[in-house]
């Protein structure tokens, strides 16, 4: 196993020391950063063309094995030279910098050597074909795009042939799974809907090359799902564990979260109890004859036609959006509204409403489409009937908050509009981010929201606005108890689907899809970690403003830096050191 070597000064206070530094040590941080981004992007051109640089337009993964080796090769390199530099005269935006620079190679070296990905897990492969945002996303003229798609579905074969070289022999059995399934959509995908938006083009060359390319990956990618099938299911096992080292180092490696997994466990399983309580009481206040469950379902029945869909998700939005400035929650700083739109046709399989934002390099396609899946027109009267209850006015509302404002499209907004740098731009932590949109939920309902207009207040629809931000929470509480459970203590996929039926309330279908993702998205514990850690800044930062606390000014401070791990925004809010490490213990490594 690969020994790690942690410089200790990497972790001092990055935001905290002030001390002049040597230009020379600037620029060398600077040099480096550029040539491991570089590479980085190089390696992953789809991440490439996600953040807006699209010199990686049309360019495809190299997944053959000497490319892999290389790659980690370059990975360990990286981390060997950033802690060979003189960290502690950088400056106090490049000490920042390189903190986040080092976990995020720690986390790529965590994926190839500890996960082993790429010997792994199939799905890495079957997912490798997406060409979505050259179809979404206006940034070049399409028969450009086109050529683009067409570069990187010619690379199939290679792709789909490195995956049957690299993949061993007896693989997860969800991540088979799973792959069969992503293999299969994405075929579907191009089959139809790629077929049919290249129906357009008017050069007959590129129309016959699109043509050729797709129905040639269309078959690369059915022959795989039968490979997977037919090879490497009946061979699959149930060791998707990641165990109780791994799991802790994962943490560490991407959030510098020290707490054990039992801690950890511990911690969530308390507030799935605390959450279970809330949702008990709260929906005795909506209706104390009926048991909690039959209330929710109730007020499920309070939700748009189909035809108004699209309009009263529109309208509640710019609802929202008001709430947030009369109440200075937050400070947004466009008026550049998301567009609520219904959901692309090839993407409706798996979205039920979805934030879609260009990446923050982006100067052309620069839209954001806050997507909301519709009924289908030839669906049974049932099936529509039974949709529309998900978007029961509450629950959609808490989405739109969780997507678009204050949370992920607000986020983008602030993103743009700072002085975060490069590294900050390209660098996101998995845990702020969906931290930050989870916790973007209950502030609003702690605020208020839905409690009526012109200062009235509506305590009974507020109450079906606490319940329904409860019913989220406590879905990401499941998650969050059953990837340690999973990962640590030996918890089957049967136990976590039943766990997921007990503890949320879900039904059997779904609560099957959420355990089957928590065998290979263990960081799906991330929306309540980060959810946790951020009400922990905000008691800890109001404490040291004591009087002078204002919630938008914390909003504000903690979206001027990118999303970086929790542990790093602490070292830029709060002066004094005592208080950070209650509650939430981070990872703490010695001044050396």
Same mark, same amino acid.
């Given at each position: 196993?690969?020994?790690?070597?942690?410089?200790?000064?990497?972790?001092?206070?990055?935001?905290?020391?002030?001390?002049?530094?040597?230009?020379?040590?600037?620029?060398?941080?600077?040099?480096?950063?550029?040539?491991?981004?570089?590479?980085?992007?190089?390696?992953?051109?789809?991440?490439?063309?996600?953040?807006?640089?699209?010199?990686?337009?049309?360019?495809?993964?190299?997944?053959?094995?000497?490319?892999?080796?290389?790659?980690?090769?370059?990975?360990?390199?990286?981390?060997?030279?950033?802690?060979?530099?003189?960290?502690?005269?950088?400056?106090?935006?490049?000490?920042?910098?390189?903190?986040?620079?080092?976990?995020?190679?720690?986390?790529?070296?965590?994926?190839?050597?500890?996960?082993?990905?790429?010997?792994?897990?199939?799905?890495?492969?079957?997912? %490798?074909?997406?060409?979505?945002?050259?179809?979404?996303?206006?940034?070049?003229?399409?028969?450009?795009?086109?050529?683009?798609?067409?570069?990187?579905?010619?690379?199939?074969?290679?792709?789909?042939?490195?995956?049957?070289?690299?993949?061993?022999?007896?693989?997860?059995?969800?991540?088979?799974?799973?792959?069969?399934?992503?293999?299969?959509?994405?075929?579907?995908?191009?089959?139809?809907?790629?077929?049919? %938006?290249?129906?357009?083009?008017?050069?007959?060359?590129?129309?016959?090359?699109?043509?050729?390319?797709?129905?040639?990956?269309?078959?690369?990618?059915?022959?795989?799902?039968?490979?997977?099938?037919?090879?490497?299911?009946?061979?699959?096992?149930?060791?998707?564990?990641?165990?109780?080292?791994?799991?802790?180092?994962?943490?560490?490696?991407?959030?510098?979260?020290?707490?054990?997994?039992?801690?950890?466990?511990?911690?969530?399983?308390?507030?799935?109890?605390?959450?279970?309580?809330?949702?008990?009481?709260?929906?005795?206040?909506?209706?104390?004859?009926?048991?909690?469950?039959?209330?929710?379902?109730?007020?499920?029945?309070?939700?748009?036609?189909?035809?108004?869909?699209?309009?009263?998700?529109?309208?509640?939005?710019?609802?929202?959006?008001?709430?947030?400035?009369?109440?200075?929650?937050?400070?947004?700083?466009?008026?550049?509204?998301?567009?609520?739109?219904?959901?692309?046709?090839?993407?409706?399989?798996?979205?039920?409403?979805?934030?879609?934002?260009?990446?923050?390099?982006?100067?052309?396609?620069?839209?954001?489409?806050?997507?909301?899946?519709?009924?289908?027109?030839?669906?049974?009267?049932?099936?529509?009937?039974?949709?529309?209850?998900?978007?029961?006015?509450?629950?959609?509302?808490?989405? %739109?908050?969780?997507?678009?404002?204050?949370?992920?499209?607000?986020?983008?907004?602030?993103?743009?509009?700072?002085?975060?740098?490069?590294?900050?731009?390209?660098?996101?932590?998995?845990?702020?981010?969906?931290?930050?949109?989870?916790?973007?939920?209950?502030?609003?309902?702690?605020?208020?929201?839905?409690?009526?207009?012109?200062?009235?207040?509506?305590?009974?629809?507020?109450?079906?606005?606490?319940?329904?931000?409860?019913?989220?929470?406590?879905?990401?509480?499941?998650?969050?108890?059953?990837?340690?459970?999973?990962?640590?203590?030996?918890?089957?996929?049967?136990?976590?689907?039943?766990?997921?039926?007990?503890?949320?309330?879900?039904?059997?279908?779904?609560?099957?899809?959420?355990?089957?993702?928590?065998?290979?998205?263990?960081?799906?514990?991330?929306?309540?970690?980060?959810?946790?850690?951020?009400?922990?800044?905000?008691?800890?930062?109001?404490?040291?403003?004591?009087?002078?606390?204002?919630?938008?000014?914390?909003?504000?401070?903690?979206?001027?830096?990118?999303?970086?791990?929790?542990?790093?925004?602490?070292?830029?809010?709060?002066?004094?050191?005592?208080?950070?490490?209650?509650?939430?213990?981070?990872?703490?490594?010695?001044?050396?």
């Amino acid at each position: 196993m690969l020994k790690i070597t942690l410089l200790a000064a990497i972790l001092i206070s990055g935001c905290l020391l002030l001390e002049a530094a040597p230009r020379g040590v600037d620029a060398e941080f600077d040099r480096l950063a550029a040539e491991y981004t570089a590479g980085y992007l190089a390696w992953r051109p789809q991440t490439g063309v996600t953040l807006g640089f699209h010199e990686y337009d049309g360019q495809a993964p190299d997944y053959s094995a000497q490319s892999i080796v290389r790659e980690f090769e370059r990975l360990k390199t990286f981390e060997q030279r950033l802690a060979k530099l003189r960290l502690r005269a950088l400056s106090r935006e490049r000490r920042h910098d390189a903190q986040l620079l080092l976990g995020a190679i720690r986390r790529e070296i965590f994926t190839f050597e500890d996960q082993q990905a790429y010997a792994q897990n199939p799905m890495v492969y079957a997912g %490798s074909l997406d060409i979505s945002i050259y179809l979404k996303r206006d940034f070049a003229p399409f028969e450009q795009r086109v050529r683009s798609m067409v570069a990187i579905l010619a690379k199939a074969p290679a792709i789909l042939a490195a995956a049957r070289a690299n993949l061993e022999d007896s693989l997860p059995r969800p991540h088979v799974e799973t792959a069969i399934e992503i293999a299969n959509g994405a075929a579907d995908f191009l089959a139809k809907d790629f077929t049919e %938006s290249v129906k357009g083009v008017e050069n007959p060359n590129i129309l016959a090359a699109a043509n050729i390319v797709g129905a040639r990956a269309v078959a690369e990618l059915r022959q795989f799902a039968a490979y997977l099938k037919r090879e490497k299911l009946p061979r699959s096992h149930e060791q998707y564990a990641l165990g109780r080292e791994k799991y802790a180092r994962l943490l560490q490696c991407g959030e510098m979260i020290a707490l054990a997994p039992a801690e950890l466990l511990a911690l969530g399983e308390q507030e799935l109890r605390r959450e279970q309580e809330r949702f008990a009481q709260t929906a005795a206040e909506i209706d104390p004859a009926h048991p909690a469950i039959e209330v929710f379902k109730t007020i499920q029945k309070d939700h748009p036609t189909e035809a108004s869909l699209i309009a009263d998700t529109k309208k509640n939005l710019e609802n929202i959006r008001q709430f947030i400035v009369q109440r200075r929650l937050l400070t947004l700083p466009s008026e550049v509204r998301a567009r609520v739109e219904e959901t692309p046709a090839f993407l409706r399989a798996t979205s039920f409403a979805s934030m879609d934002t260009p990446g923050p390099f982006e100067t052309k396609a620069t839209e954001a489409f806050y997507y909301v899946t519709p009924v289908e027109p030839d669906w049974p009267a049932a099936q529509k009937e039974e949709w529309l209850t998900a978007f029961n006015y509450y629950t959609t509302d808490i989405v %739109s908050i969780h997507e678009a404002y204050p949370g992920h499209y607000a986020q983008f907004l602030r993103l743009n509009a700072s002085a975060a740098t490069r590294l900050e731009k390209i660098f996101t932590s998995y845990a702020f981010v969906e931290g930050w949109a989870h916790y973007a939920e209950q502030m609003m309902v702690e605020q208020g929201f839905g409690g009526g207009d012109a200062g009235a207040t509506n305590t009974l629809k507020q109450a079906k606005y606490r319940l329904a931000q409860s019913d989220e929470a406590l879905l990401r509480l499941c998650r969050f108890c059953v990837s340690i459970r999973m990962h640590c203590f030996g918890m089957t996929i049967d136990q976590a689907a039943e766990f997921f039926q007990d503890n949320c309330y879900y039904e059997a279908k779904p609560s099957r899809a959420e355990a089957v993702r928590g065998a290979y998205d263990p960081e799906y514990l991330y929306y309540t970690l980060g959810k946790l850690e951020l009400l922990k800044l905000r008691e800890d930062y109001r404490r040291q403003e004591k009087s002078a606390f204002k919630l938008k000014t914390f909003h504000d401070e903690i979206l001027r830096h990118g999303a970086p791990p929790v542990r790093l925004l602490r070292e830029c809010l709060l002066k004094k050191r005592k208080i950070w490490d209650e509650v939430l213990p981070v990872t703490d490594l010695p001044d050396k």
